[in-house]
């Protein structure tokens, strides 16, 4: 079946680091790729996503590339804000039919001034 | 994308009672999920719910525990009945945004509760 793991945390960054937050999958076919974020209290925010290989993924700093050949779609910042603390869930969805997501364990961060 | 407003958004319950989460959309969809995350948890899949059928439950989710309505297009509920303290978890309604979304499932606030 298919699945993600995605690195564990937590992980700790000083304000203005590169974070990278690995993730791969094992699926059939060609998944939608995604990335969410829950901050403290609140519910899953969509970050980002991509639906095809070689798409990139971006939004409010964040990145992430559909890399097919090495089934891997790592989270990228080059500059982190403690705003940014949060439990980052990496997920798919397979493209066959109407199918839920599948997440990762999730990856927290926690960015210190 | 769509708008989803979970009710309640947090509550404290005793023991052995049951409480029904409503979830609100904003525009009509077909599918709609329903997840449990525990304390420092990833998101389980309770059941996948269609409108004018049955949900179909993950394994691990039964029916008489969790059960699901879906009685419109906008709108569901789910029960988590007979609670026990390990019952306590945030659930998060989540939908299909459709083909234009590019096949994206968005998620309510969530409603966070504590069993005591």
């Known amino acids: 079946g298919n699945s993600v793991t995605q690195m564990e945390g937590p992980v700790t960054l000083s304000e203005e680091a590169f974070l990278t937050i690995n993730c791969t999958y094992t699926a059939t076919g060609y998944p939608s790729l995604f990335w969410y974020v829950q901050y403290p209290g609140e519910g899953l925010q969509l970050l980002l996503k991509?639906?095809?290989?070689?798409d990139k993924g971006s939004n409010k700093g964040f990145e992430a590339t559909y890399r097919k050949e090495t089934t891997s779609f790592h989270l990228e910042k080059g500059s982190v804000q403690v705003s940014d603390s949060a439990v980052y869930f990496c997920?798919?969805?397979?493209?066959?039919?109407?199918?839920?997501?599948?997440f990762g364990k999730g990856t927290r961060l926690s960015v210190i001034a | 994308s769509a708008v989803i407003s979970q009710k309640p958004s947090r509550d404290i319950c005793q023991r052995g009672t049951s409480l029904t989460i409503q979830c609100q959309v904003d525009s009509q969809v077909t599918m709609m999920f329903w997840y449990r995350q525990q304390p420092g948890q990833s998101l389980t899949l309770i059941a996948t719910a269609n409108q004018g059928s049955e949900a179909t439950y993950e394994s691990g989710f039964v029916i008489d525990k969790f059960p699901i309505s879906r009685p419109n297009l906008t709108f569901s509920t789910l029960t988590v009945s007979n609670m026990s303290p390990e019952d306590s978890s945030i659930y998060l309604c989540?939908?299909?945004?459709?083909?234009?979304?590019?096949?994206?499932?968005?998620f309510g606030e969530g409603s966070w509760l504590t069993v005591v």
């Open positions: 997920a798919l969805r397979s493209n066959s039919g109407n199918t839920p997501l599948v």
């Open positions: 989540s939908v299909d945004g459709g083909y234009l979304s590019g096949n994206t499932i968005y």
């Open positions: 991509a639906t095809k290989a070689d």
